[in-house]
């Protein structure tokens, strides 16, 4: 079965692939490289020992998009990561965020609607629920006002999936994945997070500081109603997250998914604070972090994690990996990268 991976060289997008190669899956990559270097197609291409078409393309070109799925009109289900991810620059730069959010979603649907591709897994975030009021949050839980245009656009994206869902001009099939915070790599060390400049998330900041990339990692805020002052994310190893696509892919395909639209959290469903992650670091890298407390970061919000029994009983889904895990894989892979 073919399975065209959108922005699959990008950092769930390169482990997703592995995980469809490793279960038997063929997979496809299309990717304009705006954040991602063709460099990952050859080490996805070494771990799994396949290789792997791709096609560079710019999704939110209706022709390229179209010229890129006539190429593979022989697929059976797209996962689509292709996006823009950086919530101060989606402030910054609103139109570029939905031209591409929403415009590349809906040129591939068209796509796929054209060449009867049936199945769709869509990358949204837990960033739809806001500023959420109770914890943890499940699928049911209300869509809050969005805190920055990135977030709006993972909402549009989810709101057009399920109208589109109740149509007869389309016949595809659609499942929302909301991931939670992904951190760490692969266990090889040959792929994992490689932002462009100055990261904007927790992880990849931690590693670069400890690599001596950057001088010092500033805490946004120690001063929130939390155990330890610093505020929860629900962190998922990003191999954890690569598998529940495939997952994800399974369940659509059998008796057991009876619906034309559907939404999964994927978190671990349990919270941990920016000091827990920095502790988790230390432990395991036996390095000292040089950072600072500094104030709130604006839009960020106190807490959040997931409810995710529904994602668990469903998908038949459950993360393999602890903290440590995954800060350990996200270091040893800074490590390779920077030969140290
Ligand atoms: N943080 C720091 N210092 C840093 C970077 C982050 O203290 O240098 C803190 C943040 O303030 C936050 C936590 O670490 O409390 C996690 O921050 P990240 O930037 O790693 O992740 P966010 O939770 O802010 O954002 C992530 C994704 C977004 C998504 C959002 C949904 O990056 O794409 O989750 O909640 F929208």
Same mark, same amino acid.
């Given at each position: 079965m073919k399975v065209i991976v959108t922005g699959g060289a990008g950092y769930i997008g390169s482990h997703t692939v592995i995980e469809l190669v490793n279960a038997g899956y063929e997979a496809v990559i299309f990717d304009d490289l705006s954040n991602s270097s063709a460099s990952m197609i050859s080490r996805i291409e070494s #771990? %799994?020992?396949?290789?792997?078409? $791709?096609?560079?393309?710019? !999704?939110?070109? &209706? /022709?390229? @998009?179209?010229?890129?799925?006539?190429?593979?009109?022989?697929?059976?289900?797209?996962?689509?990561?292709?996006?823009?991810?950086?919530?101060?620059?989606?402030?910054?730069?609103?139109?570029?965020?939905?031209?591409?959010?929403?415009?590349?979603?809906?040129? #591939? %649907?068209?796509?796929?609607?054209? $060449?009867?591709?049936?199945? !769709?897994?869509? &990358? /949204?975030? @837990?960033?739809?629920?806001?500023?959420?009021?109770?914890?943890?949050?499940?699928?049911?839980?209300?869509?809050?006002?969005?805190?920055?245009?990135?977030?709006?656009?993972?909402?549009?994206?989810?709101?057009?999936?399920?109208?589109?869902?109740?149509?007869?001009?389309?016949?595809i099939k659609s499942i929302a994945l909301r991931y939670f915070n992904p951190i760490g790599a692969h266990e090889s060390g040959d792929i994992g997070e490689l932002p462009n400049g100055i990261p904007n998330n927790l992880m990849p900041y931690i590693t670069q500081t400890a690599a001596g990339v950057r001088q010092e990692l500033s805490v946004y805020?120690?001063?929130?109603?939390?155990?330890?002052?610093?505020?929860?994310?629900?962190?998922?190893?990003?191999?954890?997250?690569?598998?529940?696509?495939?997952?994800?892919?399974?369940?659509?395909?059998?008796?057991?998914?009876?619906?034309?639209?559907?939404?999964?959290?994927?978190?671990?469903?349990?919270?941990?604070?920016?000091?827990?992650?920095?502790?988790?670091?230390?432990?395991?890298?036996?390095?000292?972090?040089?950072?600072?407390?500094?104030?709130r970061r604006d839009g960020d919000i106190s807490s959040i994690y997931a409810e995710s029994t529904h994602t668990k009983k469903t998908l038949d889904w459950s993360e393999q990996y602890d903290l440590d895990d995954m800060t350990r894989s996200a270091w040893i892979w800074e490590k390779k990268l920077r030969d140290l």
């Open positions: #771990i %799994t020992k396949k290789e792997i078409p $791709f096609c560079k393309v710019d !999704l939110s070109q &209706s /022709s390229e @998009c179209n010229d890129a799925f006539n190429d593979h009109k022989d697929a059976s289900a797209v996962i689509h990561f292709a996006a823009f991810k950086s919530v101060p620059e989606s402030v910054q730069y609103p139109s570029k965020y939905y031209k591409n959010n929403i415009g590349s979603l809906i040129n #591939i %649907t068209n796509c796929m609607d054209e $060449f009867q591709i049936p199945l !769709l897994v869509f &990358s /949204s975030s @837990c960033t739809v629920y806001g500023d959420a009021q109770e914890l943890p949050v499940k699928e049911t839980s209300p869509m809050l006002p969005p805190n920055s245009p990135y977030g709006h656009s993972k909402q549009l994206g989810e709101y057009f999936l399920k109208n589109l869902s109740s149509v007869n001009s389309s016949q805020g120690d001063d929130y109603d939390t155990p330890d002052g610093t505020a929860i994310r629900d962190y998922i190893h990003v191999v954890d997250l690569a598998v529940a696509h495939v997952k994800a892919l399974v369940y659509m395909r059998s008796d057991k998914s009876n619906q034309d639209y559907e939404i999964f959290n994927v978190g671990a469903g349990k919270g941990s604070s920016v000091m827990e992650v920095i502790l988790s670091f230390e432990r395991v890298s036996g390095i000292s972090l040089n950072y600072k407390i500094a104030p």
